[in-house]
């Protein structure tokens, strides 16, 4: 398989929208784990650091935690290695109404990190769960990203 998903999910909404990607482009969901979920935790240990470099095309995702990247999905891209020549798609989950309070900071931040580690990165999907669009906007993320 040369695409996988790798994704940090606290409550289960990351998951839920990652399984669904999965389901559709038969890869995996691989779950970055911490000691703590504690979102306060500033440098979280990391118990489960999944390997990306057999995967050509990867799809981060993550929860908004406190206007900004979760700290473990931060702390997990932060030690990956050069990842030059890899493409990546992003996308995260917030319940804030207004992208700004934290989704399009979020999606900036990890495409920072990600560009720092060479990895291309294509498309950035925010899914906000208080949304009355939300079911269009997974299904119309699912469709692009299974491309
Ligand atoms: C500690 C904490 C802080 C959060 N901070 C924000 C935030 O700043 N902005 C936002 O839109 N949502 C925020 N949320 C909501 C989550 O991002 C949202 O519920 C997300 O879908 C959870 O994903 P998960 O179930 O995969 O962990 C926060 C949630 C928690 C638990």
Known sequence: MEKAIVIYSKTGNTLGVANRLA???????????A?????????PVL????????????????????????????TYLNQLPDLNGKTADIFITHFFPFAWMGGNRTLKQMKQILENKNVKVNQMTSVNWK???RESVIDQMILSYSK
Do not use: C, R
């Open 23 to 33: 389901e559709k482009m038969n890869i995996e969901v691989l779950e970055v784990k």
């Open 35 to 43: 000691a703590s979920d504690d979102p306060n935790v500033m440098n």
């Open 47 to 74: 118990t489960y650091v999944p390997d990306v470099s057999s995967y050509k095309h990867l799809i981060f995702a993550s929860p908004v935690h406190g206007f900004s990247l979760s700290k473990v999905m931060q």
């Open 131 to 133: 949304s009355k669009k």
